[in-house]
């Protein structure tokens, strides 16, 4: 059973970057893909970034595209998000998804295990 718990959110300036991480406490992530989904206050949810099991294929959200990169780590269980040139739209709850019944996938709905999330702002 995949157990998700994202940290590294926080307060950050326009510009800065920051790093979530996406830890499985059941130990089985390996074989799973994985995402990241954000959703700001008042919005749905949007997915952010996507991560084969391998790692080997990735996928992303126009709007993050050249600043974010996810990466794994399957000998820690883990998923991250580098955010770079971070912007005040990217203020969030980024929540960590994952799925073993599925292809990589960009629609949040197709994601059945989620973290609690952690929260991103951005201050301008």
């Known amino acids: 059973q995949v157990q998700l718990v994202e940290s590294g959110g926080g307060l950050v300036q326009a510009g800065g970057s920051l790093r979530l991480s996406c830890i499985d406490g059941?130990?089985?992530?390996?074989?799973?893909?994985a995402g990241w989904v954000r959703q700001a206050p008042g919005k749905e949810r949007e997915f952010v970034a996507g991560?084969?099991?391998?790692?080997?294929?990735?996928t992303y959200a126009d709007s993050v595209k050249g600043r974010f990169t996810i990466s794994r780590d399957n000998a820690k269980n883990t998923v991250y998000l580098q955010m770079n040139v971070l912007k005040p739209e990217d203020t969030a709850v980024y929540y960590c998804a994952a799925s073993n019944t599925i292809a990589l996938s960009s629609v949040p709905e197709r994601y059945d295990t989620w973290g609690r999330g952690t929260p991103v702002t951005v201050s301008s």
């Open positions: 991560i084969t099991w391998t790692g080997a294929v990735t």
């Open positions: 059941g130990r089985t992530f390996s074989s799973y893909v």
